[in-house]
């Protein structure tokens, strides 16, 4: 809540100096202040997340968002048009094959790798 966001990942902290140690009672651990450097994570309503293709298969595309969330996008949810191909001809070495757009001949894809 202090935070306004999820805390995804945090560096560099150090412990508060001049500062008195709190034992908490019968909680068995001492209270500090601490610093530290934080990323958190803390989208606004209607922006836009990008994320980089990691995973296909006949009824999802995963993707890695800021190089941190996985995210799976069911293949119901990808546009009506999108046909999964289990072979991928730009990228032959990807496994899972492709999406591609069948309105446009494979013109719009997503493949391994893609943005």
Not at 32 to 49: D, E, N, Q, R
Not at 51 to 74: C, P, Q
Not at 83 to 95: I, L
Request: include cysteine; aromatic fraction near 8%.
């Amino acid at each position: 809540d202090q935070l306004g966001g999820v805390l995804v990942s945090y560096s560099n902290p150090q412990i508060e100096q001049n500062q008195t140690a709190r034992i908490v009672h019968m909680a068995g651990y001492v209270d500090v202040y601490v610093t530290a450097s934080v990323k958190v994570f803390k989208p606004k309503v209607g922006k836009t997340l990008t994320g980089r293709v990691n995973k296909i298969g006949v009824d999802f595309v995963g993707l890695l968002v800021m190089e941190t969330f996985n995210v799976s996008i069911a293949a119901i949810d990808l546009p009506i048009d999108f046909q999964h191909n289990p072979v991928d001809e730009k990228n032959v070495t990807s496994q899972g094959g492709c999406w591609e757009s069948a309105s446009d001949g494979g013109g719009h894809r997503i493949g391994f790798g893609t943005v």
